[in-house]
């Protein structure tokens, strides 16, 4: 019996075969198969530019990375606020203007910033203004890292601050953390 996922899964390119369901890191082979087609169909050969793909591939991972690392804090963020309660100050994302994937988490005046100042570069960073009491004019906190997109062998795309490799999960249980215990009241 057909399902309606299966039936939405049907398309007439593969004479109304099951068509499999494409994952983000089998994306590749889709595009192999485009481009050919386009071979086919142009009668041209597409020379692999090295340095075009690689700058294609840093911009895709870049925007895929980036946005996990939204949707991860996301979800940190409705847990914290819904087991912190209605009556006191949650946490808030904003997107930033000016950029497609660029955000910030906002709390009592402490801003965690999560931006892409370029292509394989991620900076995450804590931003406040410090009381003029405590400064002889009032000037920016700033203090985080910089995420840096390498890939490796076989092209193998993984993030690392300073020459190490991260994980993601850790990173952002590292900078929440540290941004509630800081935007604290």
């Not at 889709?30 to 690689?54: Q, R, S, W």
Request: aromatic share 10%.
């Amino acid at each position: 019996m057909e399902t309606e996922k299966t039936r939405l899964n049907r398309t007439p390119s593969t004479g109304g075969k099951r068509s499999p369901i494409i994952h983000t890191h089998e994306q590749w082979v889709v595009e192999l198969a485009h481009n050919e087609k386009a071979m086919l169909l142009d009668d041209t050969i597409h020379i692999k530019d090295e340095a075009t793909f690689i700058e294609n591939e840093k911009q895709k991972q870049t925007e895929y990375f980036i946005m996990t690392l939204r949707a991860k804090c996301v979800r940190l963020i409705e847990i914290f606020n819904q087991h912190k309660g209605p009556d006191t100050n949650g946490i808030k994302m904003f997107k930033i203007a000016g950029s497609e994937f660029d955000f910030m988490l906002f709390r009592n005046t402490l801003k965690l910033v999560v931006m892409t100042p370029k292509t394989g570069l991620i900076d995450v960073y804590f931003s406040s203004y410090i009381e003029a009491s405590k400064a002889t004019e009032s000037q920016p906190y700033v203090s985080g890292e910089r995420l840096e997109l390498v890939l490796g062998l076989f092209d193998e795309p993984y993030w690392q601050v300073k020459d190490q490799r991260i994980n993601s999960d850790f990173m952002l249980r590292k900078f929440i953390s540290d941004f509630i215990l800081m935007s604290c009241r």
